[in-house]
T-cell receptor
């Protein structure tokens, strides 16, 4: 089984709708992250969390919110989706004891019409 | 402004040839990460370079880090088609890996 899973894998929604992307991990890592990837722009950090009570904004947090329901679960919400939030979204986890390497989930392709 | 600049952004090469991808970063980080992404797939960790002068090798790929020049390189030796992918370098802010800043990626195509 995959260590980091994301649901859904693909989602098409309409402008103004609320949508939640979910991430679960079995790696036992405390740190979790949400990124978005746009063609030609690399990955940009949206939010990150060191534990259930510690959530931090990343580079591009406007228009997004997150919830860390448990050590293993980290959800990303778009309260009112807009077309320029169409992107590939990745969840990642890390353990500072493993040189800080981040391990990525399979990604969620989100299209906002 | 925090920047991670990779070049080239696109690289088409013949099998058997050698080439180097460059990653320049603007912080004083003492570590640097390299990732690989196959089309439609997730990112896979390739190398973690943890100090100035660090060199890591895996198969036909070798990565190095020069923190004084704020430069990391990914050298490809005798390229094969299976190396076709997009390669990203990432600079950690604040010393740890909590806030990675990624380069735009280098899309490598290895032609037979």
């Amino acid at each position: 089984d995959a260590d980091v899973t994301q649901t859904p894998r693909n989602r098409i929604t309409k402008t103004g709708k609320r949508i939640m992307l979910e991430c679960s991990q079995t790696k036992g890592h405390d740190r979790m992250y949400w990124y978005r990837q746009d063609p030609g722009l690399g990955l940009r950090l949206i939010y990150y969390s060191f534990d259930v009570k510690d959530i931090n904004k990343g580079e591009i947090s406007d228009g997004y919110s997150v919830s860390r329901q448990a050590q293993a679960k980290f959800s990303l919400s778009l309260e009112s989706a807009i077309p320029n939030q169409t992107a590939l979204y990745f969840c990642a986890t890390s353990d500072p004891g493993v040189a800080g390497t981040q391990f990525f989930g399979p990604g969620t392709r989100l299209t906002v019409l | 402004e925090l920047k991670v600049e990779q070049n080239p952004l696109f690289l088409s090469m013949q099998e058997g040839k050698n080439y180097t991808i460059y990653c320049n970063y603007s912080t004083t980080s003492d570590r640097l990460y390299w990732y690989r992404q196959d089309p439609g797939k997730s990112l896979e960790s390739l190398f973690v370079l943890l100090s100035n002068g660090a060199v890591k090798q895996e198969g036909r790929l070798m990565a190095s880090l020069d923190t004084k020049a704020r430069l990391s390189t990914l050298h490809i030796t005798a390229a094969v088609h299976d190396l076709s992918a997009t390669y990203f370098c990432a600079d950690p802010l604040q010393g740890g890996s909590e806030k990675l800043v990624f380069g735009k990626g280098t899309k490598l195509t290895v032609n037979p």
